[in-house]
């Protein structure tokens, strides 16, 4: 075995809180290994290099997931969704250590690999079907797909494991709970 450098991005990506398939998609996506319109004309397969969602630039996978103005739109909505104001403009972005909570860091991971899948299949289907849907559909469905998903590994850790995470777990909840503003918490009343 060589001796390789640790990719920052690894752990976080295969945390068990990120869908599978969202993974696999993401994974891809990392190493250029979708077939955008860009990797397809460096194989001979096309000669459309234009994004068949903006229909405006190049097709690469910055640019699907992050600098198309309906992928911008989708990744601004999902920020002031979760709270964050850094800034996000290629992969990396998504997967760099940020200061917060543990638990909020991987539930944003999970959203964006979400967001990656989801953009995927907008752009499969409109290169296959001709159809783009709208943009704050996307951002409903990663929202309710988030919601479902994290809530059933969340509740699967609280069933399988209550021995040995017992109440981190259950903070582990609230704290998800929280973060979608399904609970509210006033600290300053008694």
């Known amino acids: 075995m060589g001796n390789k450098d640790k990719v920052s991005w690894v752990n976080t990506l295969w945390n068990r809180v990120v869908i ?3 993974r696999f998609v993401v994974w891809l996506a990392f190493h250029e290994r979708l077939k955008t319109k860009q990797r397809l004309k460096s194989m001979g397969v096309v000669d459309d290099t234009v994004c068949i969602i903006c229909g405006t ?3 690469t996978t910055d640019h699907l997931f992050f600098m198309c103005d309906f992928s911008y739109q ?13 800034s996000i403009k290629n992969m990396n972005d998504i997967y760099r250590t940020r200061r917060m909570p543990k638990t909020k860091l991987k ?4 959203i964006f690999g979400n967001l990656v899948y989801t953009i995927w299949n907008v752009r499969n289907e409109a290169v296959w079907q001709k159809k783009v849907t709208t943009f704050r559909r ?4 990663i929202k309710t ?5 994290n809530a059933k590994r969340v509740h699967f850790n609280l069933v399988e ?11 582990d909840l609230v704290a998800f ?3 979608l503003g399904w609970v509210d918490l006033d600290i300053d009343q008694p």
């Open 20 to 22: 599978p398939k969202s």
């Open 145 to 149: 797909n988030s919601k479902l998903s």
């Open 177 to 179: 709970l929280i973060l």
């Open 57 to 59: 630039q190049f097709e």
């Open 74 to 86: 989708c990744v601004e909505a999902l920020k002031r969704w979760v709270r964050v104001t850094w």
């Open 107 to 110: 539930l944003i991971e999970a």
């Open 138 to 141: 996307v951002v409903e469905s």
């Open 161 to 171: 494991k209550p021995v040995i995470c017992g109440l981190l777990c259950l903070g």
